[in-house]
């Protein structure tokens, strides 16, 4: 519902006098607190226009917390700000909070939020490093990990990582369709949409979500779900992480876990472009069943490989393989053809979980792109990767304003990936640039938001298009102060 200030204030455990005197104080108020009984009423001074200043009492917030609170200088700060990717290593957030329970994530939001960038933490995997703010403060949800699979529900703790997801799923005989990367928190994938190796059979990760458990800005703890508030639960679906609150649990509906056969093409120097033209009429062709990613890695000449699964046996899996291999026009020098059963097929596609420096971005594909133009974009570019991973198939199926996820009628999306150090940053970041603009030229457009780029062009419409606009009345909506705030939120 939409709150005026007064009645955000309340909600956040502060009257709307008590945040004026507490904005005034020199050492900056302390932490809100909420009410442990009947609301004391509020004066009838008006609002202010903005949401208290000054800094949060640090100390105040500490002794609310089950978890910790670490600050510069403080033992265990230096290793608890660290990100995924190194390059964000010189970011120096103001404090780092380790979210043991709800509650505390709730009593962060009441004691920073309008004060400082808040920054909820799952994987740390954003490319733009927004889950590491300069100043701000990082609520690491790793603590909150729990994952219960009963029937055909899974109930996951927002900081699990998706290699502990795909264990208890495994266990349990059920399936999520998510993304490779073993250390991916399932909150940024699931909030971003959810691209993975079974999304043609069963959808994207958010498709699967049920219902969700949000900490708000104002401090309250909402249940997002068909029934209740359903326009963050449509929001929540694609609309990206960090845009409309904290999410502390996610619900599942899984899949009974299909055995799976998994598949890897290595194709000679020089077959680059005849693959790629091959495999994209051929991935818009084929049976759901069968997921295929083609991942172009750069140097002189290019190098093109072609890997995928498949719900079925090994016999129906080599007779799609075949006909790819035959439109291609390209023997492949490598082939690879193994039957797994769900987690087996989950760890085949496992990248690496240590810590990477890199620069990344992302264009989308919903007609068949310039292949020509396409490889020469990686032609010379060692260390950088265009991993292009098929779509359609149940991802097609539903309309592209049913859920936030825009990109419904994409062949592929294309992740641009390079390598990077901290001192090769800027050349990377240029180089991510012109293979961007490149893809553009080729016919690839859009965005994908998990793969969170600053310098994409018009970022908002390539990640949302139409439905950016409901995006930011949602953002409005749940968060009217934008407390919630960071460089590319949907309100920006």
């Known amino acids: 519902m939409d709150v005026d200030r007064r009645t955000f204030l309340r909600l956040a455990g502060v009257s709307a006098a008590g945040a004026v005197v507490a904005a005034c104080a020199p050492d900056g108020p302390s932490a809100p607190v909420a009410s442990t009984g009947p609301t004391a009423p509020t004066l009838s001074a008006p609002p202010t226009s903005r949401l208290p200043t000054g800094p949060p009492n640090w100390d105040d917030l500490r002794g609310q917390l089950t978890g910790n609170l670490l600050r ?78 009963e029937g055909g529900k899974a109930v996951i703790g927002a900081g699990a990582k998706l290699k502990d997801v795909y264990a208890a799923l495994g266990r349990a005989g059920r399936a999520l369709p998510a993304g490779s990367c073993p250390t991916v928190g399932i909150a940024g994938l699931t909030l971003g949409g959810g691209i993975g190796v079974l999304a043609r059979n069963y959808g ?8 969700a458990k949000v900490v708000t800005a104002d401090g309250r703890l909402l249940t997002a779900s068909a029934d209740s508030e359903p326009d963050l639960y449509w929001a929540l679906r694609g609309g990206g992480g960090g845009n409309f609150g904290i999410v502390t649990e996610f619900t599942f509906d899984t899949d009974p876990a299909p055995d799976l056969t998994v598949f890897t093409l290595r194709f000679p120097a020089g077959a680059a472009a005849g693959v790629l033209t091959a495999w994209q009429q051929w991935i818009a ?54 039957s797994l059963d769900f987690l087996g097929a989950m760890k085949f596609f496992e ?13 989308i594909i919903t ?33 592209k304003d049913a859920t936030a996820f825009w990109h419904r009628d994409a062949l592929a ?14 050349k990377a970041a ?63």
């Open 430 to 492: 240029q180089s991510v640039a012109d293979v961007v603009a490149g893809l553009a030229a080729a016919g690839a457009g859009g965005g994908y938001v998990n793969y969170i780029d600053p310098a994409l062009p018009d970022w908002k419409t390539a990640y949302y298009g139409d439905n950016a606009k409901r995006l930011q009345d949602v953002a409005k909506k749940y968060d009217p102060f934008n407390v919630f705030r960071f460089g590319q939120g949907v309100v920006s």
């Open 204 to 211: 994207l990760t958010c498709d699967h979500l049920s219902s």
């Open 72 to 149: 510069p200088g403080t033992d265990g700060y230096d290793i608890a700000k660290l990100a995924f990717n190194p390059l964000f290593d010189a970011n120096n957030p103001v404090a780092v909070a380790t979210a043991a329970s709800v509650q505390d994530v709730q009593a962060c939001v009441r004691a920073a939020a309008g004060r400082v960038t808040l920054a909820a933490r799952s994987g740390g995997h954003s490319y733009a490093g927004y889950s590491v703010p300069q100043g701000g403060l990082v609520i690491d949800l790793a603590a909150l990990n729990k994952i219960e699979v």
């Open 413 to 426: 999306s294309v992740q641009v990936y390079t390598e990077a150090t901290a001192k090769d940053r800027d």
């Open 351 to 363: 990248g690496g979980s240590d810590r990477q420096g890199f620069v990344g971005s992302s264009r």
């Open 367 to 399: 007609t068949p792109v310039d292949a020509e133009k396409v490889v020469a974009l990686a032609d010379g570019r060692t260390g950088t990767d265009l991993l292009i991973d098929g779509l359609g198939g149940k991802v097609g199926e539903l309309a």
């Open 285 to 338: 062709a084929m049976p759901r069943e069968l997921w295929a990613n083609l991942v172009l890695s750069g140097g002189s000449p290019v190098q093109c490989r072609v890997s995928g699964c498949y719900v079925g046996g090994t016999a129906g899996l080599n007779t799609l393989l075949n006909n790819l291999i035959t439109n291609s026009g390209a023997r492949p020098s490598q082939r690879t053809v193994r």
